[in-house]
Structure formats: C-alpha cells, structure tokens
C-alpha cells in the first residue's frame, strides 16, 4: 500500500495524477501490470526533452574527405581485413519500424523489393552479413533491432527463412523500449483505460535497448570491438567495409559517422559539424538558409557533409557510457495522435511523440570522425510507396551499382530504360568480391540480368 501512496505522490508531482483514475476498473492483473509500467517509466525526462542543439561556435568537422580516403585506402583496408578476421567487428540492424509508408502493415524488412530475385529487404541485409561471414571465415554477429510492434513477426520471418542461410545463433534480436505520447500540456495520454499510448523510443532506443538486453555484454565478452551501425531501409548500406573499420582502427575513434557531400546547401539532411570541442549533428529544421550558407576560413561550407545514419561505434565507448548510467536524451516533435478518454472514447488528439536520436551519442565522444562516402555506392533508402525513396528509385540505384561493377570487369552493359541488374548477396556483396569471383560468363549485358549464387 505504501508502495502505491509514494507512486500517487511521484505521478502528482510530474502532473500525471489522471493516469490513476479508473482503476477500480481493471482486473487485478491488469491493474497490477500498469501500476508497473507507471512505475517504470523516467516522468522527469518527459519534461526535459532536447529541443535544440547546445550552444557554442559552429566549425567543421574532421572528415576523411575523398583524398584522404583515396590515398590511405590501402592502409585503412588492411588494418580493417585484419579486425574483420579477428572477430572484433559485429553487425547493428535498426529494423523497428513497420512498413505503412509503402502500404504494408508489416516490417518494413518483410517488404518484398528486388525485382528480379523477388527479396525481401530483410534478406538482402542478411544476406550481406552472410556474404562477409564466409568471406571472413567467421560467424560474424548480426543484432537485429526490432520494436514491441514488430519483434514477433520478424522473429517468425527469419525462423521461416531458415534466417537467409545465417547460423540461428548468429542473429541476435532485441527490441527497443517505447516512452508515453503526451498532450500539448505535456499530460501522458491513454490508448484505453489501463494502458498507456506508447511511441517506440527511436534509433536511438537502441543503445539502451542493446544495454539492456545483455548484447553490448556479450558482445564486450566475445571480444567485439566495433560496431558497424546500419538501418534496415538503405539497401546499399556495406557490412563489408575494411576501411571504415580500419580507420577506426587506425584513429582510435569513439564513433565514425558516414557523410555524404550535400547536394546543395537546403538539403534536407543531418549535418555533421563541431561545436566547442565535440562533434554534433545538426538536423536541417534548426537551421536557417543563411546557417546552411555559412563558410569557414578555407571558403568551404559549415553545413557541408550530410549524415545518411550510417556509423561504426566502439563497443568500449558505448560500454563507458552504459556503465556511466547515461541515456540519450528525448526528442519531441508535435504529431496528430489518437488517444481514449473515459468520457469520449478513440478522438484524435494535438500531442507530443517523442524519440531518442541515436546521433545524440556523437558529443559524448572523444575522438569523432567523419568518413565521405559515394552517395550512390552506398545509400538508397526506401521509405515512401513512390517518388523520391520508394522502391523504384532504390532499385535503379541498385542496378546502376551493379552495372558499374560489371563494367569495371569488362562487361559491355547497354541496358533499355525498364531494365534491372541485380547482383544477390550471396554471389557477391562488394565490388570486390564481384571481380575476384567473375567468371566471364557474358561480354554484353543489354537486358534484366540477375546473378545469384550457384548452388
């Protein structure tokens, strides 16, 4: 009984006191089970939510620019081979979201998008993982991060697919936690009497979700060292990358966060740039059009390398901050949420969501660097049904790779405007893998070709 007094005083305190009304309404275990997660959930953060980047001079960011890249390549590669075969690199997944911007009501990752070998995204991910784990000579960890929404299906998707030829404990699932949406006066809503309207907590949930479910540990125990962060919706994101991990290896880095050189200033993308001492990202909607235009004291823009969410984190680092007790701070972004009230029902309701960002980990880091990547070797993200970043435009990506591959082997390609390469995982995941295992089977591709692992 004490117990529920002192719950009664905190939720009073944080202005949440309506969150006990009705109770005598539930069952008993109901009531016992929301009691629980009224209890669980950190109500002063709700409140202390980070709108706006820490204050301080703006400057660049140290960024391994397409010079540098170039001419240590070699060196990186090399460091990065011999981390890859010693086992100290694993694979990071965020897969929580479902797939209702393309029209399905399932993971994203279940969605079905190669055109020609008819897979899912969550197969060409896996197979990539599988792709460098034979290359390696190793079962290289794979952590998939679900959300309470999509964890079951994922699990039963994968099991069903014999998990895309990847060994059953290779593949490690969690999911991330969930934070209560609010109202405009900042009240925790409801999604029915006893039951809080809950938001998965964002990519950034997945620290403490990787935290919590004793994969950082294990990982720290397996002698993993780096982390190679994808998300589960760019489908040219690498696995394979003995250059990222090498400098990594190289530099002694915290975090390494990929960048792309922006289009052109109003770009709507996060921006990788030092504050005082730290490196931040700065999303584009705290940004003025002057901000964007800002130039250094070499003439080159401030707000010049954008995040496309692709990172290599040491596990030491993470490990620093867990132990530490740190949790990423929330975000809050104003959104149309349908909400139960005992005296209306289901209404839509003006509130809050709010998320954790998984680049708010980057000013805690020491040794931050910035990689610049080929926008169109690595990223093609599929997130709208049509038009810009929907499956079309990720697939035309795909096959302008694979073609460029194909003719660095020599291959004429003279392809007619609806048509597609694709070049499976299992076959070969990187360029290089393609030219080492090609075998000169066409000269001339000029129509869809697809090329799949022999089996």
């Not at 991060?145 to 994922?154: F, K």
Request: aromatic share 8%; with cysteine.
């Amino acid at each position: 009984m004490s117990d529920a007094f002192a719950l009664a005083d905190h939720l009073a305190k944080h202005g949440q006191s309506h969150l006990l009304a009705g109770l005598d309404q539930l069952d008993p275990a109901a009531r016992t089970a929301y009691l629980a997660r009224l209890h669980d959930i950190d109500w002063a953060e709700l409140h202390h939510h980070l709108s706006t980047h820490t204050a301080g001079e703006v400057a660049s960011s140290r960024v391994v620019a397409p010079e540098e890249r170039s001419r240590r390549a070699a060196e990186f590669a090399a460091l990065g081979e011999a981390e890859y075969r010693a086992g100290k690199v694993g694979v990071l997944m965020v897969a929580g979201g479902q797939g209702t911007r393309l029209g399905s009501s399932a993971p994203k990752g279940c969605f079905t998008l190669s055109p020609l070998g008819h897979k899912s995204i969550y197969q060409l991910q896996a197979e990539k993982v599988l792709a460098l784990s034979r290359r390696v000579g190793r079962a290289v960890p794979f952590l998939v991060m679900t959300s309470p929404m999509t964890d079951a299906e994922t699990r039963e998707f994968f099991a069903a697919n014999a998990w895309f030829g990847l060994a059953e404990g290779q593949v490690r699932f969690f999911s991330q936690g969930t934070v209560p949406s609010l109202d405009q006066q900042g009240r925790a809503l409801l999604a029915g009497n006893g039951r809080l309207l809950e938001n998965p907590d964002g990519h950034g949930g997945c620290f403490t979700a990787l935290v919590k479910s004793g994969n950082l540990a294990r990982l720290r125990a397996e002698g993993v060292t780096q982390i190679v962060y994808i998300q589960v919706d760019n489908i040219l994101v690498p696995v394979d990358d003995p250059l990222l991990v090498g400098l990594a290896a190289a530099e002694g880095t915290d975090v390494i966060t990929k960048v792309l050189e922006k289009a052109h200033p109003d770009e709507k993308v996060g921006h990788l740039v030092k504050i005082g001492s730290r490196d931040h990202i700065i999303e584009y909607t705290e940004l003025t059009p002057e901000q964007t235009r800002q130039k250094n004291a070499l003439g080159e823009l401030v707000y010049r390398w954008g995040s496309p969410a692709m990172h290599c984190w040491s596990v030491a680092f993470l490990a620093r901050l867990a132990d530490a007790g740190y949790k990423i701070p929330l975000h809050r972004s104003s959104k149309p949420l349908k909400a139960w009230t005992p005296a209306g029902g289901i209404a839509e309701v003006k509130g809050w969501k709010n998320e954790r960002f998984i680049f708010d980990l980057i000013p805690e880091a020491k040794v931050s660097v910035g990689l610049a990547i080929d926008r169109d070797g690595e990223f093609a993200p599929v997130k709208n049904k049509d038009g810009a970043d929907s499956p079309a435009t990720a697939n035309r990506l795909a096959s302008d790779l694979y073609a460029s591959w194909l003719r660095a082997a020599g291959v004429e390609v003279a392809l007619p405007a609806n048509a597609h390469i694709e070049i499976s995982p299992r076959y070969a995941a990187t360029q290089a893998q393609f030219l080492a295992r090609w075998d000169g089977r066409t000269r001339r591709v000029a129509g869809d070709f697809f090329l799949e692992e022999d089996r």
